[in-house]
């Protein structure tokens, strides 16, 4: 019966995102931040100058894995999905200002996750059928010896595949199909085979083309979005230290900037903002580690430091601009949320050329995280069911990419949310027990920078 099955989910969600993993994902990030002694802050600029100075249209893979950037690259296409778009935009519409506030909170201390994670699944790849193999499964595994070690993998691992291969990327496919029928009026069935063909010929290329792929179309993606945003900032500029004060007076007083009548409280706030900040960025998910673990580095903490850009880009950069986009604009009084929010933002200063702008940019988007989405979803069929598997698997994405184009389903959304909320717990149970290991690399990579 589909009323219980949702009602389920639903009362799943509520414990999950209401308090058990805004503890958990927070506290981890917390933690994480003081036993690095602020490694985020401290390496940053070492992040950016590697970040930019590996930047390449066309890294070698080499027998070691994929070139630093393209690792990046594979990250950064599955962490800026539609979240930065419908996500930020839900973010403000249901916590009001202040949950922007709370996102780059939990962004910041994020990056100190993403670190350990990256670090992690640096140290316990390996190579398998010729290709180089890594992520939660690996090091949950490496960590937990026995029985347990192999349930919690296998938990992660099931949890990933339904989160991200399959109800994920329904969610993606239909950010597609929707905004292009609002836009140029074109049927989501016709975007869903579309975009299904495509995703289908680069899923069979493996993690060479994914990489070859995602290494050219995110930078040219973030570029389009951040100039498209800064016009219409520049547009706004008036709007713009009011958006601000509200994001910062909403984080503690919400009815101060709302009207007490919203309703909104700093919980609230901090729910929203936490919560699509986190299913944003992918901080403490084990989502990226898989592609990080493919980078060819020196040392593990070498990804590590790379991967807290991925968090930076994703949340300071791509969503902070949405975010500065709909308050500046004032299209929060529309009453519109998710992406229907953020095309009445554009469209206040583009006119219907708004429409067209973000259906392209959620086609890039999303196009993008389906791709980097897959892969991680491939890493953990090939671990649970081998290699025979993965083609039945690739065919089955193509088919859920094609019926989500279509299904604006609630009960989609909310299974996503709720298997993405179940691959965190086994995730960060591994990524705590691990902090002694990765405390130990990067004293090692410390020493290592020191002497050259």
């Not at 673990?293 to 850009?309: L, N, R, S, W």
Request: a positive charge.
């Amino acid at each position: 019966n589909m009323e219980i099955l949702s009602q389920i989910v639903e009362r799943v969600n509520s414990f999950l995102w209401d308090g058990a993993l805004l503890v958990l994902l927070l506290g981890t990030g917390i933690f994480y931040t003081i036993n690095l002694k602020f490694i985020q802050v401290r390496k940053f600029g070492e992040g950016m100058k590697r970040m930019f100075g590996n930047f390449s249209l066309h890294g070698k893979s080499t027998e070691k894995g994929l070139s630093s950037f393209q690792a990046l690259a594979t990250a950064i296409a599955a962490q800026v999905g539609t979240g930065n778009i419908a996500g930020a935009a839900t973010a403000i519409a249901s916590g009001g200002p202040g949950a922007i506030f709370w996102m780059w909170v939990s962004a910041f201390f994020g990056m100190a996750t993403i670190y350990g994670e990256a670090v992690m699944a640096q140290y316990t790849r390996k190579k398998e059928n010729g290709a180089i193999v890594g992520g939660p499964v690996y090091y949950i595994q490496y960590i937990f010896k026995g029985r347990f070690g192999k349930f919690l993998a296998g938990f992660f691992s099931v949890a990933i595949i339904l989160a991200l291969g399959f109800m994920g990327n329904m969610v993606q496919s239909n950010s597609i199909g929707s905004s292009f029928d609002t836009a140029f009026g074109i049927k989501p069935y016709i975007m869903g085979i579309i975009i299904a063909v495509i995703s289908g010929v680069i899923f069979l290329g493996g993690i060479n083309r994914i990489a070859r792929v995602t290494e050219k179309v995110v930078p040219l993606m973030a570029l389009i979005y951040i100039v498209g945003c800064v016009i219409i900032l520049g547009m706004n500029l008036e709007g713009l230290g009011k958006a601000f004060h509200d994001i910062f007076v909403g984080a503690f007083a919400p009815s101060s900037v709302l009207g007490g009548a919203a309703g909104v409280t700093v919980q609230k706030a901090m729910r929203f903002g936490v919560a699509r900040g986190l299913f944003s960025n992918e901080a403490g998910m084990g989502s990226t580690p898989h592609a990080h673990a493919t980078a060819d580095v020196k040392h593990p903490a070498d990804q590590g430091i790379i991967a807290m850009m991925g968090v930076f880009i994703d949340t300071f950069v791509i969503l902070t601009l949405t975010a500065l986009v709909i308050l500046s604009t004032g299209a929060l009084s529309t009453g519109e949320t998710g992406s229907a929010l953020a095309q009445a933002a554009f469209n206040s200063s583009y006119g219907s050329f708004g429409n067209a702008f973000i259906a392209v940019c959620m086609l890039f988007f999303a196009f993008t995280t389906i791709i980097g989405w897959y892969y991680f979803g491939e890493v953990n069929v090939r671990h649970l069911f081998g290699k025979r598997a993965v083609r039945v698997y690739a065919f089955l994405v193509v088919i859920f990419v094609l019926i989500g184009s279509t299904l604006k389903v609630d009960l989609v959304w909310n299974m996503s949310d709720m298997f993405n909320g179940l691959m965190v717990i086994p995730n960060l149970i591994a990524i705590l027990a691990a902090v002694g290991i990765v405390k130990k690399l990067s004293r090692e990579h410390e020493e290592l920078s020191e002497k050259s």
